[in-house]
């Protein structure tokens, strides 16, 4: 069932919060397991959670950004930052969190950077493009804070399952398929091959 218009606008808006949220934990897992104190931790948290939105909005001409313009977005990276530090060792019992939470915010972060794209009239390659830019964007910055080559930059199968995600979410608009099952389409599309390839050891080649 399609949405309203009301709700078609506001689903990049859900996502964002819901990405900003889940790449938040992502980045504070990572800084407890570095054992960052609870600044470090804060600051992780905030950058993963917001870099990737922040590069999207300006890229496109959408300032000031969302995250300086909604509290909303630095209220739930902070919350995420917090429930890292304090409930790490409930989170840890997931197998592989900090894999499983980064894909996740992939598929959301690859979905709702294309479909705002697709909102400020960019053709459905740049939108694709912005998609990818935001899914990956907080996880780059992160993974620098810690003095790690960024996981896009690696043989991991990443940027590519970003790249289907917002090409799910970018054709079906094209083809005016339900922008919700689209959407959900995207973000499961995205997390499963970005898991898979983790389990199954799955590589970019690489030079010889």
């Excluded at 950058?47 to 969302?66: E, L, Y």
């Excluded at 598929?107 to 990818?132: I, N, Y």
């Amino acid at each position: 069932m399609e949405l309203p218009p009301f709700a078609l606008s506001a689903l990049p808006l859900w996502l964002d919060l819901i990405g900003t949220f889940v790449f938040g934990l992502s980045g504070g897992m990572l800084a407890v397991r570095r054992q960052l104190d609870l600044f470090g931790v804060m600051v992780l948290s905030v950058a993963a959670a917001t870099a990737g939105g922040v590069i999207r909005d300006m890229a496109i001409g959408d300032t000031p950004v969302a995250m300086l313009r909604d509290n909303r977005y630095l209220a739930l990276a902070v919350a995420a930052g917090l429930v890292a530090f304090l409930a790490h060792r409930q989170v840890e019992r997931l197998n592989k969190p900090v894999m499983l939470l980064d894909a996740l915010g992939l598929g959301v972060f690859a979905v709702s950077g294309s479909q705002k794209a697709l909102m400020f009239g960019l053709g459905p390659v740049q939108a694709c493009l912005l998609g990818v830019l935001t899914a990956v964007g907080g996880g780059a910055v992160r993974d620098l804070l810690v003095a790690e080559v960024p996981r896009v930059l690696r043989e991991e199968v990443y940027a590519v399952a970003a790249i289907l995600g917002a090409a799910v979410a970018v054709g079906g608009t094209a083809l005016d398929l339900p922008v919700l099952v689209t959407a959900t389409a995207g973000v499961l599309l995205t997390f499963v091959v970005r898991v898979l390839s983790v389990r199954l050891g799955l590589r970019i080649p690489r030079a010889r």
